[in-house]
């Protein structure tokens, strides 16, 4: 299993150099990536879509930081480039004990993420591969000052039951903020970002 996983990486590592040439800072993401896989806490799905998203934001002239640890827990990627930005990496697993609430599931930690680093940056994107249209719940998808009450609690009540997070508050959900979704192809390497409104449009494409 380990040596499967480093195959991957090196070969993900290849093909970033084979599209976006030797980029400064990438071995370093790829040492804190796999020393991270080491302890258990992150998989090779998580890890290509964090590997090459990083290349990319690297290629763009971004300072990356992969696996940062902030108050809460650690945030996947940090970068700054005139601003600063944290992005989440989301894979669509769901454990078998939530498949037959596979979307509220989703919607729950979606919105976890979103409460707890949102603030991290200055912006906040969400990242997952290009097949999947994560399930955000509708209130994080407009600006924070013109949530209802009712639709913040509701918020809550997802991360609540689907997460033991303490740490997370009604105010964290009031203020958190999604700037866009990050699209990411792991055969091409293309890195697509779609801001909050034309994502909002997808989502006549499923319930």
Do not use: W
Not at 21 to 41: P, S, Y
Not at 43 to 59: G, P, R
Not at 90 to 95: N, Q
């Amino acid at each position: 299993m380990k040596i499967d996983y480093i195959r991957d990486i090196n070969s993900v590592q290849k093909k970033i150099v084979e599209k976006f040439g030797n980029l400064c800072g990438l071995e370093d993401i790829v040492h804190r990536i796999v020393g991270l896989h080491k302890t258990g806490v992150v998989n090779i799905n998580h890890s290509v879509l964090e590997l090459i998203l990083s290349a990319y934001l690297l290629s763009q002239g971004f300072k990356v930081y992969a696996e940062v640890e902030v108050a809460g827990g650690i945030v996947d990627i940090y970068a700054i480039k005139g601003i600063d930005m944290s992005v989440e990496v989301e894979t669509g697993y769901v454990p078998p004990t939530s498949a037959t609430s596979a979307e509220e599931f989703l919607m729950g930690r979606l919105a976890l993420k979103t409460a707890r680093y949102s603030n991290v940056g200055h912006e906040f994107y969400i990242a997952v591969p290009s097949f999947y249209i994560p399930p955000i719940p509708e209130p994080l998808l407009i600006p924070p000052e013109e949530r209802k009450e009712e639709d913040i609690r509701k918020v809550m009540f997802l991360i609540r039951r689907y997460s033991k997070s303490p740490d997370v508050t009604l105010d964290d959900v009031k203020t958190s903020k999604i700037n866009g979704i990050i699209t990411i192809n792991t055969k091409s390497l293309d890195v697509k970002i779609i801001d909050v409104k034309n994502f909002s449009m997808l989502k006549h494409f499923y319930s």
